[in-house]
């Protein structure tokens, strides 16, 4: 049987380790999961996790200086693709963050920065669990009921110009899309590796997926 290689871009920040190790806990006995920051082995890759923390600047002149940007496009547009937290963010146009920053360019839209009255609870960044309601259906929401609880830290949000691929919502005093698809693309806010059960579900759906 032919190996399945995943690989998981390391672009210096980002808890690269607990995603991996969590990627191959459920990965199939066939996969191979590669942490790199090699554009060739992001090229022949079979399915690509883009896991990420940090600031969307220092993540961008990473990804510029390592040579991955366009590896990174063309697999967002080609195979599987799971991008997680600042690894959704980036795949927009533009986000506020650091003075405003262009990203990849691969989703159309913006990321912008949670607004809270003065005399409001609400804190940010929003961090903790929260639930995704899923708002259409997909192959990664498998075996994950609706309103799932998953943990998040995060001090944006992003806005796409197209509202029919977000695939799910969180409130954290605005209601906001926390999970993007199109086509071979799924990309989340919240971190599946720190989500438990359900997050190590969405993995193995990822890790099954095809990207239809």
């Given at each position: 049987m032919d190996q399945k290689l995943v690989a998981v871009i390391d672009y210096g920040m980002g808890n690269l380790r607990s995603v991996?190790?969590?990627?191959?806990?459920?990965?199939?006995d066939n996969t191979r999961?590669?942490?790199?920051?090699?554009?060739?082995?992001?090229?022949?890759?079979?399915?690509?996790?883009f896991p990420g923390q940090g600031a969307a600047k220092a993540c961008m002149a990473a990804l510029?200086?390592?040579g991955m940007i366009h590896p990174v496009q063309a697999a967002a547009?080609?195979?599987?693709?799971?991008?997680?937290?600042?690894g959704l963010?980036?795949?927009?146009?533009?986000?506020?963050e650091n003075d405003g920053v262009n990203c990849l360019n691969i989703i159309p839209g913006n990321v912008k920065h949670f607004?809270?009255?003065?005399?409001?609870?609400?804190?940010?960044?929003?961090?903790?669990?929260?639930?995704?309601?899923?708002?259409?259906?997909?192959?990664?929401w498998h075996n994950i009921p609706q309103d799932s609880r998953f943990y998040f830290v995060h001090s944006y949000y992003v806005q796409p110009?197209?509202?029919?691929?977000?695939t799910g919502l969180t409130t954290h005093g605005t209601t906001f899309p926390s999970v993007?698809?199109?086509?071979?693309?799924?990309?989340?806010?919240?971190?599946?590796?720190?989500?438990?059960?359900?997050?190590?579900?969405?993995?193995?759906n990822f890790l099954q997926w095809n990207g239809q």
């Open positions: 991996s190790k969590a990627a191959e806990h459920v990965a199939p999961i590669l942490v790199t920051h090699n554009p060739d082995d992001i090229a022949a890759a079979d399915a690509v996790i510029q200086e390592t547009k080609e195979k599987p693709f799971l991008g997680i937290c600042m963010q980036v795949l927009m146009q533009h986000s506020d607004e809270f009255e003065d005399n409001t609870i609400l804190k940010t960044p929003h961090m903790g669990w929260n639930q995704i309601n899923q708002t259409q259906e997909h192959a990664l110009d197209n509202q029919d691929i977000i993007l698809s199109h086509k071979n693309l799924f990309a989340i806010q919240a971190h599946p590796e720190k989500s438990a059960d359900h997050g190590l579900q969405l993995f193995k």
